[in-house]
C-alpha cells in the first residue's frame, strides 16, 4: 500500500507570517501552495515553490476564492465563467514561478468554500476540472472522495487524487462536517490517527453518526499550523510505517 501526505502551505501573506513551512515540508510529500487570493502573496509564493524543490516535495497550486479576511472559507456567488476565470488566473501564476525555478507543478487541488462547492455542485467540479485539463492535462486533480470533483475530472481525462482529512469527521454521505457544526474536528491526535489508518488500509472510516462508509484515500491531508502540528505529522508518518504503508508523492 502506498499513499501521499500533502500539507496546505505558503499562506503568509505581507507582514504575516502563518503555519511553520519549512518545519513542515521535510515530513510531507506533497505541498497545495496558496496562490495570493485565500492567501500567500507573490514573495510567498515563489519562496515556498523554492523550499519545496529543495526538499523534493511535489508542488501543488491551491486556489481559492478571493476572500482573505474569510480565509477562503465562506461561499462566495460567483458565475461559471468566472470561477474558470479565477482557477486559471491563480493555477497560471503559481505554474510561472514553478517554470522560473525549474520545478515541475503536478497537481491542483482547490481551497476551503471551493472545495467544498465543487464536492457537491456539478456544473463548478465541472468547470474546476476544464480549467486544470485546459492549462495542462497531465496535472493530477485532488478532491474529496466520491465526490463530484473527482467524478467531473476522469470524465473530462484527468489523473485524480481522492483526498482523506486526518482531523476531520465526515456525514454518512461521504462529505466533511461542517466546521459550524459541535465535533467537526478530531481534536484527539490518537483518535486522528486511528482514523487515518482505517482509511488507508480498510477503505472506511466512521461518520459523525456512527456508520461506516467506504472511502478511498490516495492522499491525506495535514495541517501545518497549531501547536502540535510537528508532533502530528511524524507520529501520522511512523503508524503508516507500523503497517508498511510507504508514503509516496502523487502519482509516485
Given at each position: 500500500?502506498?499513499?501521499?501526505?500533502?500539507?496546505?502551505?505558503?499562506?503568509?501573506?505581507?507582514?504575516?507570517t502563518?503555519?511553520?513551512d519549512?518545519?513542515?515540508?521535510?515530513?510531507?510529500?506533497?505541498?497545495?501552495?496558496?496562490?495570493?487570493?485565500?492567501?500567500?502573496?507573490?514573495?510567498?509564493?515563489?519562496?515556498?515553490?523554492?523550499?519545496?524543490?529543495?526538499?523534493?516535495?511535489?508542488?501543488?497550486?491551491?486556489?481559492?476564492?478571493?476572500?482573505?479576511?474569510?480565509?477562503?472559507?465562506?461561499?462566495?456567488?460567483?458565475?461559471?465563467?468566472?470561477?474558470?476565470?479565477?482557477?486559471?488566473?491563480?493555477?497560471?501564476?503559481?505554474?510561472?514561478?514553478?517554470?522560473?525555478?525549474?520545478?515541475?507543478?503536478?497537481h491542483?487541488?482547490?481551497?476551503?468554500?471551493?472545495?467544498?462547492?465543487?464536492?457537491?455542485?456539478?456544473?463548478?467540479?465541472?468547470?474546476?476540472?476544464?480549467?486544470?485539463?485546459?492549462?495542462?492535462?497531465?496535472?493530477?486533480?485532488?478532491?474529496?472522495?466520491?465526490?463530484?470533483?473527482?467524478?467531473?475530472?476522469?470524465?473530462?481525462?484527468?489523473?485524480?487524487?481522492?483526498?482523506?482529512?486526518?482531523?476531520?469527521?465526515?456525514?454518512?454521505?461521504?462529505?466533511?462536517?461542517?466546521?459550524k457544526?459541535?465535533?467537526?474536528?478530531?481534536?484527539?491526535?490518537?483518535?486522528?490517527?486511528?482514523?487515518?489508518?482505517?482509511?488507508?488500509?480498510?477503505?472506511?472510516?466512521?461518520?459523525?453518526?456512527?456508520?461506516?462508509?467506504?472511502?478511498?484515500?490516495?492522499?491525506?491531508?495535514?495541517?501545518?499550523?497549531?501547536?502540535?502540528?510537528?508532533?502530528?505529522?511524524?507520529?501520522?508518518?511512523?503508524?503508516?510505517?507500523?503497517?508498511?504503508v510507504?508514503?509516496?508523492?502523487?502519482?509516485?
Amino acid at each position: 500500500m502506498k499513499v501521499d501526505l500533502n500539507c496546505d502551505l505558503g499562506e503568509s501573506f505581507g507582514n504575516y507570517t502563518i503555519g511553520n513551512d519549512e518545519a513542515v515540508l521535510p515530513l510531507i510529500t506533497s505541498a497545495n501552495v496558496a496562490c495570493g487570493f485565500h492567501a500567500g502573496d507573490e514573495n510567498v509564493m515563489a519562496d515556498t515553490v523554492r523550499y519545496a524543490k529543495t526538499h523534493n516535495v511535489s508542488i501543488g497550486a491551491h486556489p481559492g476564492f478571493p476572500d482573505l479576511k474569510g480565509f477562503g472559507r465562506r461561499n462566495l456567488d460567483m458565475s461559471l465563467d468566472e470561477i474558470y476565470n479565477m482557477m486559471v488566473y491563480q493555477i497560471g501564476a503559481l505554474k510561472t514561478f514553478c517554470d522560473l525555478n525549474q520545478a515541475q507543478l503536478n497537481h491542483v487541488k482547490p481551497h476551503g468554500a471551493l472545495y467544498q462547492m465543487g464536492a457537491k455542485n456539478r456544473g463548478i467540479a465541472k468547470t474546476i476540472a476544464k480549467a486544470v485539463y485546459d492549462i495542462d492535462p497531465n496535472l493530477y486533480l485532488v478532491g474529496l472522495s466520491n465526490s463530484l470533483l473527482l467524478e467531473e475530472a476522469e470524465k473530462i481525462g484527468l489523473s485524480t487524487a481522492s483526498e482523506v482529512f486526518a482531523d476531520r469527521r465526515y456525514e454518512k454521505d461521504g462529505q466533511l462536517v461542517s466546521r459550524k457544526k459541535p465535533g467537526a474536528l478530531i481534536e484527539d491526535t490518537s483518535e486522528a490517527i486511528q482514523q487515518v489508518i482505517r482509511m488507508v488500509t480498510e477503505g472506511k472510516t466512521t461518520t459523525i453518526t456512527g456508520e461506516d462508509i467506504n472511502i478511498s484515500a490516495d492522499t491525506i491531508c495535514v495541517h501545518g499550523d497549531g501547536a502540535h502540528a510537528l508532533a502530528f505529522v511524524k507520529q501520522i508518518r511512523e503508524k503508516l510505517s507500523e503497517v508498511n504503508v510507504k508514503i509516496v508523492k502523487i502519482g509516485g
